[in-house]
């Protein structure tokens, strides 16, 4: 998955759908555009003054759900539950585990929560 089709996928086609799988492609490649965005408006903002204060928080409260939702599709796709997404909210050490589970390669062929996201690979021969 490329960096314009995950950013559509998240945005357009799952923003808010739980259910179901990510691959690392689309979670990182949506990481990635989320935080070019964010550190455009940061700059924006603080060329604004004090009116420009609230566009990050803008930028963060508009694409909330599809974080959320694409982090939850992730989790799945190792085969746990959503609700780890949670242990974020453990200090330091939460944040770590998750970049742990993100980064660790998604369950091979179907699992609890649906079909590989990744087409299977032919070898060549």
Known sequence: MDFQTAVRTVLQQKYADFNG????????????AYAI????????????????????????????????AVGIRRL????????????????????LILIYFFVQRGTIGPNQFGEDPLPLAIPAA
């Open 37 to 68: 965005v964010y550190i455009v408006a940061a700059i924006i903002g603080s060329m604004l003054g004090r009116i420009g204060m609230f566009l990050p928080l803008l930028v963060v409260l508009a694409v909330i759900v599809p974080t959320i």
């Open 21 to 32: 799988r990510a691959p690392r492609s689309e979670y990182w490649w949506w990481v990635l």
């Open 76 to 95: 799945h796709d190792i085969d746990k539950s959503g609700w780890w997404l949670l242990i974020g909210l453990v200090p330091f050490v939460g944040g």
